[in-house]
């Protein structure tokens, strides 16, 4: 297995619940970390927790393509190419289809989709000069499942999982390996403004969702885990 310390790793959505956890296993495995997403407050505060200095935190909307340069610029002054990227950031509108409006539905896109291909345009290149590396997205299991009241969530991690698939056949000439992790209910800030009765209390850790991630992280040179999905044991659906 891969060991990950002196391995540099960018991290998106680090702001997260998941992303958060995520972090905290991988510096603790000794990953030299960027840390990157929207929520500033949320970064400054995990990066002081970890001792990571602000050159290693970027904080913007990566939906914009000037953010994304702006991104790319100050970890390559910094780092080089990522030997794995992590996206753990994304959007969640959950409401039914009369309620969602136009401008909800493009916003979810513009995230869960737009950004993702922005992050992969501009940081794929450096990885495939080196013909290695490790891109881990997490398209949650409403990527595979769809629910009532999802059609934004679902069909812009549906629209991931097929960019992704899409870009993995790119890549077959090359180390560069992509893993999608398809999660079930994680218990973190994602659901709190989200209007539905759920059990919080049944659903995975952050913790828990970052052990795997970190697992993820350790794959083998000789092979690729190419998905995972990862539920609550009630929630079995897959």
């Known amino acids: ?25 991988l510096h603790a495995s000794g990953a030299k970390l960027f840390l990157a997403g929207r929520n500033a407050a949320g970064l400054r505060q995990l990066a002081d927790t970890l001792g ?4 290693h935190v970027f904080a913007g909307d990566l939906s914009k393509p000037e953010q994304v340069q702006a991104l790319s610029d100050k970890y390559h002054s910094v780092m ?29 896109l513009n995230d869960n989709l737009y950004s993702p291909f922005l992050v992969l345009k501009s940081f794929l290149p450096g990885m495939k000069e080196r013909k290695t590396g490790l891109i ?28 992704l698939q899409s870009i993995r056949e790119e890549l077959k000439r090359t180390e560069v390996r992509i893993t ?14 989200i209007d539905l009765r759920v059990q919080r209390d049944k659903m995975i850790r952050e913790e828990e969702a970052a052990r795997a991630i970190w697992f993820l992280c350790q794959q083998p040179t000789s092979a690729v885990v190419s998905e995972m999905v990862l539920q609550p044991f009630n929630h079995q659906a897959i």
């Open 1 to 25: 297995m891969e060991q990950l310390r002196g391995k540099n790793v960018l991290l998106i959505g680090a702001g997260g619940g998941i992303g958060s956890a995520t972090a905290k296993q």
């Open 52 to 55: 990571i200095g602000a050159d």
């Open 80 to 108: 080089p190419a990522p030997d794995i990227l992590i996206n753990a950031s994304g959007t969640g509108i959950i409401k039914p289809m009369e309620q969602l409006s136009g401008d909800e539905f493009l916003q979810t």
């Open 136 to 163: 881990i997205h997490i398209p949650g299991v409403l990527g595979k499942v769809p629910m009532a009241g999802a059609a934004a969530y679902s069909a812009s991690k549906y629209g991931l999982v097929g960019m």
């Open 180 to 193: 999608t992790v398809y999660m079930g209910g994680v218990d973190t800030p994602f659901w709190d403004t």
